[in-house]
Each structure stands twice: as structure tokens, then as C-alpha cells.
């Protein structure tokens, strides 16, 4: 059966799978279209049912047959066994069953597609760029697997939680539509985007991709069905997970730009001023005549030829070098569709935060508690180095594996990634449904970072109650704990301040 979908007219889609970000994203932008929407899932979140039920998304707790009857198309989430009740009735109904990527596609197809990809960074990256397209009145859409906060500019600290919450989809007028594309299970292997950017590459997903070399593949192969022009960013915050193999199987190429902190891209961040509360940096372009580029490099003067280095000063308010780096990828897309340098500013000020991504979670008796996504090394690495910018007495990091397999392959890249940990405290793995395996634990995580160094202040604590009762013992004012994780590690800040 084709997974072909036409989303031009009105269709009755449910979603099996309805709760997580991605679908849940997917879902408003469907009901927002005009079609009639209903899904079901074992749990969801209260903001997850509000901002479906606001869309007029009927949300059914549990999974059974019935709830398929009216539908002329099911849409099935990655997490949804083969074996649900409601797949089994909508294929003996003969109601077509398609995957999150076959709906994305359909979504795709009727506008112009902007696709963010990368190992992490994504989720940043499209809502900076979907915030600069808003502020250039371009009424983008956009689906991205995050929450993004906004508010008073000058209110956004780290001490502090403010702003409305916007929608992490949308659907609008404009021709242009923003999306998180996933390589997590090979999605975006399935969409035909009109331009695109990579963040970066790094081993995960091994689980589905098998070796790195696989996974850098996908990507190449991901970069190479792009029509229009390709942004990569060839350094990272640590220039060992650049992907210069990417880049220089296209550079050189009119319809490729790169990005970076080196001379050697298009576009490199400079004279970096980092703090807790953000960042202030300049853009430099170093294109020449000869690579044929004729993009927006000065307010001023927006033709200047491309072979002249001309400054751009930018703000962010909110910290790190990783977020420069996601910065500067929105704005040399932007620079490369034609936005306004003004609107790409206003845009990137705008951007006050993701959900889980540094997030201020409240503070207790003079301890501060920040919560960070970062699982991967070179995240670990990147939220610590953040964290290092404040005044804290202490940073007290709290790490949760994630995934047995992701542990087992990636523990001795972890060795030195918590370096800049006052006192870390591991605990057991998140098993992101994954089956266990005995031979696999956290622990493996603790033997990794004493065997770089064996004086590391670290602690092992594989139940959350001993993690609470640890921390609880342990934390003294001027603390700063920063919990990191892809699980449920996100609950131990509320956890640790209601036992007081």
C-alpha cells in the first residue's frame, strides 16, 4: 500500500501515540489545517491534553478498537507496538496506517520546507529560526519536538521563570514551513525539503543506525536530496565532532554554506562574550568571489560583495557556546532565504529558552536547581560548561544514562565530560523502553570518569531514594544542582525541594 498521503483536502486522522512532543506537534498543525483529529495514548502530560483539547483534538486515555471507527487514517507513533488494538482494527478496516515520517511528508509537500537536522541542537536551532522568520512578517508554520518560552526580555535571567508559553507547532499563512527533522529512526530520510541546515554529527542512534559510519551516511544522504541551498555547521562547540566529511563532499558548492568558529567557514561567530544571563558575539562572513555566494552581510549595506569580511553583532539571552553555534546556523539560513538583518536580530532576541534545556527549576534554602536534556557526551560537556559561568559555590551534577545500548557503546566518551563538576552524582540507567541488560548499568559511567581521574569528587546512587536522601544530606547554599538526562531525571528538582 503506498504511504503517499494528500493532506489538500479534509481528512479524519486519528494518532495512536498522541501524547509524545513530535506527535502531539503534528496533531495541532493537522487540526489547524482543517482536519479532523482524534488520538489516544497510556499517558500524557496536563499541558500536552490542554494544548490538544484547545485544538479541539478529541484525547482518549488508553488504546481501544472503537476509537478508530470514524478514521480514514491512522498514524501510529515509533513507541506504538505492532500489536495495538487499534492498529489491528484500522487494518482490518483497510484504513491506511502511516508512520509519524509519511504524515510529516504529507505536511511537507504543501509548502516550502526549511528542515533542521543534527544529532542535537535541532530543537534550539528551528524555533530561533522560526522566531526570526516571525519577526521578518514572513507567518511561517513549523513543527518542532520542543516547548519554547517567551517573555519580557529583560525580566529572562536564570534565577527566574517567566514568559507565556508558545506552541511548539504551528500552521499560518506564509509559504514557509520550519521542521525538526529526526534521524533518530531515519524520518528524515522521507522528506523532500526545499532548503536545509545540519547542526552536527555525532554517534547515537546506534540502536537503529548500527555504526557511525552509517549514521553519517544517512546524513549525507539526508543533505544530498536537498534542492535548494544546504547550511551545515562544520565546527561544534569541541571541533572533534565536526563533521568536515560532510562538508567537503559538497564545499565549494553555490548552494552550500558552512558555519562555525573557524576561518575556514562562510559564516564564523567571533569576539564571543559569554555569562550566565547570555551571550554577545559577532558574525563574520569569509566568502569570496569564487564560491559565488551573494548572500546579506551588512545592514548597511546588504550587497556588499561577499569577498569583503563585514561584522554583524548579535544578543542572545540565554548562555552558553553551544547556543551561539545554534544561533549562528539560524541566522546564516535566514541570511541565505533573504530576511531583513534587523528581523534575524529582533528574531534571535526573542528566543528566551527550550523547555529542558537549562532550565531554571526553582530554588530552595540558597540552592539553585537547573535542568538540562543533555545526554550525550558532548552535551554533558556543553551544559556544565554553561553552568561554570555562574557564581556558584559549587556545581553538583546529577547525570542519568540514558538508554542501556546508548551506555554500553558511548561510557568511555563520558570519561571526561563531567570535568567541570564539583561533585557528581551518578544513578542508574532510563531504560527509554529498552529491555535491561544485568551487564549494563550506570556504573559503567563511574568506572569511565575515575579511570581519567581517579580523584573525582563522584557518587553512585542507582534508586531515587537514595538519590534524594544524598542530596538532601549534601546540598548547602551557594549550590547549584544541574540534573542531566533524557528521563525521568527531570522530576528529582521537585522531588528534592518538597522533602525539604
Not at 562562510?266 to 563574520?284: L, P, R
Not at 528566543?351 to 558532548?378: C, K, M, N, W
Not at 547525570?399 to 563531567?418: I, N
Request: proline residues 4%; hydrophobic residues 40%.
Amino acid at each position: 500500500m503506498s504511504t503517499d498521503l494528500d493532506l489538500s483536502k479534509s481528512k479524519r486522522v486519528h494518532i495512536v501515540g498522541i501524547g509524545g512532543a513530535g506527535m502531539s506537534a503534528i496533531a495541532v498543525v493537522l487540526a489547524s489545517m482543517g482536519h479532523t483529529v482524534s488520538g489516544s495514548d497510556l499517558k500524557y502530560s496536563d499541558r500536552v491534553e490542554k494544548r490538544l483539547n484547545s485544538a479541539g483534538i478529541k484525547v482518549y486515555l488508553g488504546h481501544d478498537p472503537t476509537y478508530v471507527t470514524d478514521a480514514e487514517v491512522l498514524a501510529v507513533s515509533t513507541a506504538i507496538p505492532s500489536d495495538n488494538p487499534e492498529v489491528d482494527q484500522a487494518r482490518a478496516r483497510g484504513i491506511p496506517v502511516l508512520c509519524r515520517a509519511d504524515i510529516l511528508k504529507a505536511i511537507c509537500a504543501l509548502k516550502k520546507t526549511v528542515a533542521v537536522a543534527g544529532t542535537h541542537g535541532k530543537t534550539t536551532t528551528s524555533f530561533m529560526l522560526a522566531l526570526i522568520l516571525l519577526e521578518a512578517g514572513w507567518h511561517p508554520s513549523y513543527i518542532i519536538g520542543g516547548q519554547l518560552k517567551r517573555g519580557d526580555q529583560e525580566e529572562q535571567k536564570v534565577q527566574k521563570d517567566t514568559g507565556d508559553v508558545i506552541p511548539a507547532a504551528s500552521w499560518d499563512t506564509g509559504e514557509w514551513l520550519v521542521v525538526e527533522a529526526d534521524e533518530s529512526d531515519g524520518t528524515f530520510l522521507k522528506l523532500n525539503p526545499t532548503t536545509c541546515l545540519v547542526t552536527n554529527i555525532e554517534a547515537d542512534h546506534l540502536d537503529y543506525w548500527h555504526s557511525p559510519d552509517h549514521l553519517k551516511e544517512g546524513f549525507y544522504s539526508f543533505f544530498s536530496k536537498v534542492s535548494g541551498t544546504k547550511v551545515i555547521g562544520i565546527t561544534a562547540v569541541d571541533p572533534e565532532i565536526a563533521d568536515r566529511k560532510l562538508s567537503s563532499g559538497f564545499f565549494g558548492r553555490n548552494d552550500v554554506l558552512t558555519y562555525g568558529l573557524t576561518p575556514d567557514c562562510d559564516y564564523q561567530a567571533v569576539e564571543i562574550e559569554n555569562s550566565i544571563n547570555g551571550s554577545v558575539f559577532s558574525v563574520v562572513a569569509n566568502m569570496t568571489d569564487s564560491r559565488g555566494h551573494s548572500q546579506v552581510v551588512d545592514n548597511a549595506n546588504p550587497k556588499k560583495s561577499p569577498s569583503t569580511k563585514s561584522l554583524m553583532s548579535f544578543e542572545l539571552f540565554v548562555p552558553g557556546m553551544h547556543n551561539v553555534c545554534n544561533a549562528l546556523g539560524a541566522l546564516s539560513l535566514a541570511i541565505a532565504l533573504g530576511v531583513d538583518f534587523q528581523a534575524i536580530k529582533r528574531g534571535l532576541q526573542r528566543f528566551l529558552g527550550v523547555a529542558r534545556r537549562f532550565e531554571f527549576r526553582g530554588s530552595f534554602q540558597g540552592i539553585t536547581f537547573i535542568d538540562d536534556y543533555a545526554h550525550l557526551p558532548s552535551e554533558v560537556t556543553a551544559a556544565l560548561a554553561t553552568a561554570k559561568l555562574g557564581n556558584w559555590k559549587r556545581i553538583v551534577c546529577v547525570f542519568q544514562p540514558h538508554r542501556y545500548s546508548r551506555t554500553e557503546r558511548l561510557r568511555g566518551d563520558f570519561a571526561d565530560a563531567f570535568r567541570d563538576a564539583d561533585l557528581l552524582v551518578l544513578t542508574d540507567i532510563y531504560s527509554a523502553g529498552e529491555q535491561a541488560k544485568t551487564d549494563i548499568s550506570g556504573k559503567l559511567i563511574l568506572d569511565a570518569v575515575l579511570g581519567f581521574n581517579p580523584l573525582h569528587n563522584v557518587a553512585w546512587l542507582p534508586t531515587r531514594d537514595e538519590l534524594i536522601a544524598y542530596l538532601k544530606h549534601k546540598l548547602k547554599p551557594g549550590d547549584l544542582c544541574l540534573t542531566l538526562g533524557a528521563g525521568d531525571i527531570t522530576l528529582l528538582p521537585d522531588q528534592v525541594i518538597s522533602v525539604g
